[in-house]
T-cell receptor
């Protein structure tokens, strides 16, 4: 079955440190993958998306993600985290014209 | 350019009451999705429409839930009667069916309706 797994429920990083949020997917065909961010009390905002082409995808707010087919992964990265990046991050897979979301990873940023 | 508009933003009601949540998708979008977000279950797709027609309602939890899309610019999600376990944030999202099929689109989300059933 199609699914998205985000192994980390919470991650805490220091401001200025690098960040990597993990995402693994299960899908039989070429996946169409997304990362969304949700700030408290807000809706979901698209950070980046991948379908084909370059496996390293650049997004907004300095985020990037790398698609690795051999590992069924689509990890999100940022070289230097800012306090304003504290939010919940969702990885998602497009399947049958609908998005299937992972459980989310809550990012805490400490100063 | 207006995004997806949901109302009300917050709703507090008592068990047994009818609740109606509303959504106005982005103009020109022809796919509309209703999601529910809870701590326990995360983001769940309840139902989605293409060209105002319900395509997949397998995520609707019970007969107490119903959704309609009478025209391209308006959708409702109704819960009757409401129960405390329905407390959640309900999101509406819209997109273009053709773009999703071509794997070039994305979902645009509203800010959600936070429902509390006492």
């Amino acid at each position: 079955a199609q699914s998205v797994t985000q192994p980390d429920i919470h991650i805490t990083v220091s401001e200025g440190a690098s960040l990597e949020l993990r995402c693994n997917y299960s899908y039989g065909a070429t996946p169409y993958l997304f990362w969304y961010v949700q700030s408290p009390g807000q809706g979901l905002q698209l950070l980046l998306k991948y379908f084909s082409g370059d496996t390293l995808v650049q997004g907004i707010k300095g985020f990037e993600a790398e698609f690795k087919r051999s590992q069924s992964s689509f990890n999100l990265r940022k070289p230097s985290v800012h306090w304003s990046d504290a939010a919940e991050y969702f990885c998602a897979l497009l399947y049958g014209n609908k998005l299937v979301f992972g459980a989310g990873t809550i990012l805490r940023v400490k100063s | 350019d207006a995004g997806v508009i949901q109302s009300p933003r917050h709703e507090v009601t008592e068990m047994g009451q009818e609740v109606t949540l509303r959504c106005k998708p982005i103009s020109g979008h022809n796919s509309l999705f209703w999601y529910r977000q809870t701590m326990m279950r995360g983001l769940e797709l309840l139902i989605y429409f293409n060209n105002n027609v319900p395509i997949d309602d397998s995520g609707m939890p019970e007969d107490r839930f119903s959704a309609k899309m009478p025209n391209a610019s308006f959708s409702t999600l109704k819960i009757q009667p409401s129960e405390p376990r329905d407390s959640a944030v309900y999101f509406c999202a819209s997109s273009t069916y053709q773009a999703l099929r071509a794997n070039t689109g994305e979902l645009f989300f509203g800010e959600g309706s936070r429902l509390t059933v006492l």
